[in-house]
């Protein structure tokens, strides 16, 4: 059966300002697009045409970026979940998850980056499950966020309550602009890619499986053969280290992708770093990382 296209709205126009993100949803078949002045239009692909509109309030008086969206689709791929918070946005930090269902749209919100003035400028999820929300900010900082009961039922405006955060480590020197979760034989593994000019592997505790491009090559199913195993001695040393860290508190290495083969680490939580913006940019040589103290070691 063909549909013919609605296209009155054609006319009006729908986005003001320039279109900065794109996804879609297969099981719902929408596609969502959003903008530079903070609106997300959710259009259904058999019609090519705008079936919502979400904006979210900000005390800004100019509304912010919204730099980057995400379908979690097995939710929408559930007649039980389909009706929660299906779509993730990321604006100024802040991620938003949206119903694309009923009056109530906001199912939750919280701000993800651990410094103030940061954005999140990409998100993935294992979409088989949903059950981990990845989030790359633009100090490099990559997290893993337990959503397996997250924005299930509608959140008070006033809670802003986070996800418990599983992992987060420094992956990169500057901002991550693409993360993608990827499962192999069973194991997951996230994808980074970064303005700093490198792109990495990394296991789901932290582990820097290895950057494209270095000296020694990978076998992902092979463990023996990450970044992180090939110096027994640093390892060692780690584990020294590790021991004296107390709860939550874990190692994680952070590649330089000026010096393949080498291992640079940096301390993610914002506390225990003395160094601004501009030190970061200029890539010296770091101190020692750890996780960040929150985050939950048992996962």
């Known amino acids: ?18 279109i900065l993100a794109v996804c879609q949803c297969s099981a719902l078949g929408l596609v969502a697009t ?3 002045d903070g609106e997300v239009v959710v259009w259904r692909l058999e019609t090519q045409g705008p079936v919502l509109h979400l904006q979210r309030e900000t005390q800004a008086r100019v509304a912010l970026p919204v730099d980057s969206l995400l379908f979690l689709q097995h939710r929408a791929g559930s007649q039980k979940l389909r009706s929660r918070g299906v ?19 906001t199912y939750g919100q919280f701000c993800a980056p651990e410094q103030p003035n940061e954005c999140v400028l ?13 989030s ?4 490099g900082l990559l997290q893993i966020w337990d959503i397996s009961s997250y924005a ?29 979760v990827l499962e192999v034989a069973d194991r ?15 296991t789901k505790d932290g582990g820097c499986v290895g950057i494209f491009g270095q000296g020694v090559m990978w076998n992902i199913t092979d463990p023996a053969t990450y970044h992180r195993e090939n110096n027994q001695k640093e390892d060692d040393e780690e584990r020294n280290e590790s021991d004296k860290l107390g709860p939550g508190e874990v190692k994680s290495e952070v590649p330089d992708p000026s010096n393949k083969g080498q291992t640079l680490q940096e301390d993610c939580c914002p506390e225990a770093s003395s160094s601004g913006p501009a030190d970061n940019d200029r890539e010296q040589p770091q101190q020692p990382m750890v996780m960040c103290k929150h985050a939950i070691s048992s996962w």
């Open 122 to 134: 990409s998100l993935s999820s294992d979409q088989p499950k949903n059950s981990i929300l990845v």
């Open 188 to 202: 997951l593994f996230v994808l980074t890619a970064s303005v700093d000019g490198s792109a990495g592997l990394w």
């Open 1 to 18: 059966m063909n549909v013919r296209a609605d296209m009155s709205w054609k006319s009006s126009g729908v986005h003001k300002s320039d």
């Open 87 to 105: 779509l993730v946005s990321s604006q100024a930090g802040c991620l938003c998850f949206w119903s694309i269902t009923g009056q109530k749209h």
């Open 34 to 36: 959003a903008s530079y």
């Open 152 to 180: 299930l039922d509608i959140q008070p405006k006033s809670a802003c309550e986070r996800p418990p955060l599983l992992r987060c480590w420094k992956a990169h020197t500057k901002a991550l602009v693409c993360v993608e």
């Open 136 to 139: 790359g900010d633009t100090t």
